[in-house]
């Protein structure tokens, strides 16, 4: 590969994306508000340029990956005027977890001055970055999708058109609201069969192949000692963290308010991950929902 991406955000998820595109031969330069994450890359064979600016400027592909909609916009609108750093032809793929109305406007803006826009927000987790194993939900023109397929297939499994500008974090803000729920759900019924003396391995395994099966018994059980590479065996270092859930879950829940849909189930997650949360678990993986099912700390 010969293609040059400009890479914005380089935490828990951004730089082993960036990371698997070095590897597979794309020209990066980097920009982190982290001197270490930037030199990490830096070790990788990427270039740091001093701003995020000057990481776009002049790159083919520009990928942000920032904690939240306020940054994303700060980026793009308002200090790292993002959007006057690149060029025409830059495909930008914002890769953060934000609100949709937010993604929708920055692509609106991007569009305004001729700027295609993709909001591609992810789903596998901290280990499916690093395996190059993530799920990309993606929102904006089909053309935009499919230039950045190749970048996909490289950091990712799979990849789904979601629809229009949005759309992505819409998908990935269901998605997330369902993942809570789940791990609260799956939580509950192993807490409950450990207290009436059953093996959480073994329910788990009955579980798995039952009516009850789903993605966090198959490869994020929530109850120590269950699964060797799981979190919750490794005292539920993230991983995905407690307060990154309460965010998704605010997310739907301001969109379940906006469009007078109901989701009981998700404010019941999200009440519980914000109890969980504010008893100081908050840096926790989210699979710590189970501490608080039992009435414990993660310690």
């Known amino acids: 590969m010969s293609a040059t991406v400009g890479f914005i955000g380089l935490g828990n998820m951004g730089a082993p994306m960036?990371?698997?595109?070095?590897?597979?031969?794309?020209?990066?330069?980097?920009?982190?508000?982290?001197?270490?994450?930037?030199?990490?890359?830096?070790?990788?064979?990427?270039?740091?340029?001093?701003?995020?600016?000057?990481?776009?400027?002049?790159?083919?592909?520009?990928?942000?990956?920032?904690?939240?909609g306020p940054q994303v916009e700060s980026l793009y609108l308002g200090e790292g005027d993002l959007l006057a750093a690149a060029d025409a032809d830059t495909l930008l793929i914002d890769c953060s977890t934000i609100d949709a109305e937010?993604?929708?406007?920055?692509?609106?803006?991007?569009?305004?001055?001729?700027?295609a826009m993709l909001d591609a927000p992810v789903s596998g987790g901290v280990n499916g970055a690093k395996a190059g194993g993530l799920t990309f939900m993606v929102g904006g023109e089909a053309a935009g999708v499919e230039r950045a397929t190749p970048l996909f297939e490289v950091m990712g499994k799979a990849h789904f058109h979601a629809g229009p500008g949005g759309a992505g974090q819409v998908a990935k803000m269901c998605n997330n609201m369902l993942l809570g729920i789940l791990m609260t759900g799956t939580s509950e019924a192993l807490n409950l069969a450990v207290a009436n003396g059953l093996d959480p391995a073994v329910v788990s395994e009955i579980m798995k192949n039952a009516s009850g099966g789903n993605w966090t018994l198959?490869?994020?059980?929530?109850?120590?000692?269950?699964?060797?590479?799981?979190?919750?065996?490794n005292g539920y270092k993230p991983g995905f963290g407690v307060d990154l859930m309460l965010k998704d879950l605010g997310l739907a829940m301001d969109s379940s308010v906006a469009n007078g849909v109901s989701t009981p189930l998700g404010s019941m997650a999200r009440n519980l991950y914000s109890m969980h949360s504010q008893a100081g678990n908050g840096g926790?993986?989210?699979?710590?929902?189970?501490?608080?099912?039992?009435?414990?700390?993660?310690?």
């Open 18 to 68: 960036a990371a698997n595109l070095i590897e597979a031969g794309y020209t990066l330069t980097v920009f982190d508000l982290a001197e270490q994450a930037s030199a990490d890359a830096a070790a990788r064979g990427a270039r740091v340029a001093e701003s995020a600016a000057a990481a776009a400027a002049e790159a083919e592909f520009v990928i942000t990956m920032l904690p939240a």
């Open 102 to 115: 937010t993604a929708r406007r920055v692509a609106g803006a991007a569009g305004e001055r001729g700027i």
């Open 218 to 233: 198959n490869v994020y059980n929530p109850y120590p000692g269950v699964m060797d590479n799981a979190p919750a065996s």
């Open 284 to 299: 926790a993986d989210f699979s710590s929902i189970m501490n608080l099912l039992k009435g414990q700390g993660t310690t």
